[in-house]
């Protein structure tokens, strides 16, 4: 799919800074809400582009642990 807009590859959109012990556990949860995903295009209205984004987690940008996909379906 041809990308309207050019983007960086990866992009913070939100974190949640939690402190484990060593074998510690945690359960986290983050919603990415439609305001996170909006981008301005060159009339400087938002809008969504449609595609597929991969979500990572991890305790850094270089140490990512989980990773999932979404899809942003077009009209």
């Keep these: 799919m041809r990308r309207i807009l050019k983007l960086p590859e990866s992009q913070l959109r939100g974190f949640e800074r939690?402190?484990?012990l060593p074998g510690e556990s945690q359960k986290v949860s983050h919603i990415l809400r439609p305001n996170d995903?909006?981008?301005?295009?060159?009339q400087l209205n938002w809008m969504?582009?449609?595609g597929t984004f991969k979500v990572m987690a991890g305790s850094s940008s270089t140490a990512i642990d989980l990773t999932?996909?979404?899809q942003i379906l077009g009209n």
């Excluded at 995903?37 to 060159?42: F, G, H, I, V, Y």
């Design 18 to 20: 939690i402190h484990l």
């Design 37 to 42: 995903l909006a981008l301005l295009d060159k």
């Design 48 to 50: 969504f582009e449609p």
């Design 68 to 70: 999932g996909e979404f």
